[in-house]
């Protein structure tokens, strides 16, 4: 019977490859797009047509789940993995670069002769060897880490309030000047590698830095919406959040950026149909977590960063007409991570290996078939740096969600759990009612949060790779920096960066500073057990620059400061070049 089963398995196997050609991939997601922020999931307010048609064209997974914030939904997806897995731990603090020895969805449709590329945000690291380019995508158009303007953003940041305009980027690794908005060059990148490659199956990895923060929107875009009040029409009996008036701008502003990437998906969804590739393209929509700001959420929860379901319930719509043409809900729950195995059972891909693929496929639910997995546990968390105990954490499973925002000793009583079935909103906290069920769910949120902290990516975590071969010069950003919590632009913070110097040598380094540092301080490098100064004589300064510095073969702390009256100023970033 068993070799039965399993010549039957591998005949449908062999009939699906049949009837149909390789697909092409267009994967899409924005960022800090709420489920709320679209005209189909109940928002009055916002223009979103092209969205809604295909929302209304495609498979909608209604339970799809996501991590509470950026960095961890992109590693997850990208590696069908816990994010903790991966390394990442943070979106900035030095926690979003992701282990090199991940597999990513890219390197994995490469192997089975994808072209693969990627317009707008990685945020899983800016250096060699955890770049897009290194990570399996043969075309790269990226800002640096975690949003555009930012402080590792180092080549926009200095635009402040027109960062999303006329941007530098980096093409296959190198700086190159763009014109126009940021959202609209992305999908003409995506469109031309489209064209490119219509003859040979693709994987577009189309990733909008639109709408995080910060709020830049095209003025047409904006007047769209600057009359509205975004706290007004919806149902009174559902719960919605207080809006402040600075709020309800900022929703006007978000309002404006999605429908500009509404217009721009129009463009791209114009492309599949005038190459005649529209029935043999997947294309999957999704965001990455709940809105940043409080507005409609469709009455849910909680906002970005929250473990609720208005910080990780998110839609997704999944389109792939030659194999399924008709639209339907598919209600059981699904998560970021169950992307890569879907993909590589409708790409005739093969899974990542000898590693531990936490998503499951979605293939028997495309068609129409029940799956063993559909009460598994999922579990979230969100706090800096790494996970703590108890504090914005749960675990669901099948109806039930236990959550905790208390300390690590707390009794069980401290916890709320939910019947998400009955209560959709997680409103009626039923942890007293229900003992035996929390105990359940304690015991495994537990199992996964001590499994899952000791992996060995964040044990050992990601480096920089200092080598000539690889990059060079190479620039060491904020996002990527350590050191102190919450290291962003503060100018007197310890900080530092983990690097791998890949070949003993000597090298250029140049330390560019937020405000011009006084004379008669000293330049301190300290990489281990080597510490080596300059003297600055010189006038007041942004740059200071250490010639023909010698680094020794070593994997550890890089961390620089220039210290005058004992007051220490960490440079804003470091660029290092190998001479010799």
Not at 89 to 115: F, K, P
Request: with cysteine.
């Amino acid at each position: 019977m068993r070799l039965l089963l399993t010549a039957c398995y591998f005949l449908a196997q062999i009939s699906f490859a049949q009837t149909s050609d390789q697909p092409n991939v267009l994967l899409i997601i924005t960022d800090d797009q709420g489920y709320g922020d679209l005209g189909f999931t109940g928002n009055p307010h916002i223009k979103t047509p092209v969205l809604d048609q295909f929302a209304e064209e495609s498979i909608r997974l209604t339970n799809f789940y996501v991590s509470p914030v950026c960095a961890p939904t992109r590693s997850s997806l990208m590696t069908g993995r816990y994010s903790l897995r991966t390394g990442v731990h943070d979106t900035y603090n030095g926690g979003a670069t992701m282990a090199s020895s991940e597999v990513t969805i890219a390197e994995m449709l490469q192997q089975a002769d994808y072209r693969t590329g990627i317009f707008g945000k990685w945020h899983l690291g800016d250096n060699y060897p955890s770049r897009p380019i290194d990570q399996g995508f043969d075309e790269s158009v990226i800002h640096l880490a975690g949003g555009m303007g930012q402080v590792g953003d180092f080549t926009n940041y200095f635009q402040k309030d027109s960062s999303y305009f006329d941007p530098v980027l980096w093409h296959n690794g190198e700086q190159r000047s763009y014109q126009g908005y940021c959202s609209d060059i992305f999908a003409e990148q995506a469109i031309e590698f489209i064209q490119n490659n219509q003859s040979s199956p693709f994987f577009c990895y189309l990733s909008f830095n639109a709408p995080h923060t910060p709020l830049q929107v095209p003025d047409k875009y904006y007047q769209m919406y600057q009359d509205i009040d975004p706290a007004a029409g919806f149902d009174e009996a559902m719960p919605f959040p207080e809006m402040s008036e600075k709020d309800k701008e900022d929703a006007r502003k978000v309002y404006g950026m999605v429908t500009n990437i509404d217009d721009n998906l129009g463009r791209v969804f114009s492309t599949l149909d005038e190459l005649d590739i529209t029935d043999n393209t997947i294309v999957i929509f999704m965001t990455d977590n709940g809105p940043q700001q409080w507005r409609y959420v469709a009455g849910m929860r909680g906002r970005k960063g929250s473990v609720f379901r208005g910080g990780v319930r998110v839609p997704l719509f999944m389109r792939y007409p030659a194999q399924f043409p008709k639209s339907r809900n598919i209600v059981t729950p699904t998560v970021h991570m169950d992307v890569l195995p879907t993909l590589a059972d409708l790409c005739g891909a093969q899974l990542p290996m000898n590693r531990k693929i936490d998503g499951k496929s979605w293939l028997p639910l495309l068609r129409g078939n029940e799956v063993s997995w559909a009460d598994r546990s999922l579990f979230f968390y969100w706090t800096r740096k790494y996970p703590e105990l108890y504090q914005n954490i749960a675990l669901q499973q099948g109806d039930y969600k236990l959550v905790g925002q208390t300390s690590y000793d707390a009794e069980l009583t401290n916890f709320e759990l939910f019947n998400l079935t009955n209560d959709p909103y997680e409103q009626q906290n039923l942890v007293t009612d229900e003992p035996e069920v929390a105990t359940e769910l304690k015991q495994q949120l537990d199992q996964h949060f001590y499994e899952l902290i000791q992996s060995p990516n964040l044990i050992n975590p990601p480096a920089v790779v200092i080598s000539s071969n690889s990059e060079n010069p190479i620039y060491l950003n904020r996002n990527d920096a350590s050191g102190e919590r919450a290291i962003w632009a503060q100018e007197d913070v310890f900080g530092k960066w983990r690097v791998e110097v890949a070949r003993e040598g000597h090298y250029d380094l140049h330390f560019r500073f937020l405000n011009p540092v006084d004379p008669g301080g000293q330049m301190i490098l300290e990489t281990e057990t080597l510490i080596q100064r300059m003297e600055n004589s010189d006038a007041a300064t942004e740059t200071l620059v250490m010639k023909n510095v010698y680094l020794p073969q070593m994997k550890g702390d890089l961390i620089p400061f220039y210290e005058i009256d004992r007051q220490q100023t960490f440079p804003f970033w470091v660029e290092i070049k190998q001479t010799k």
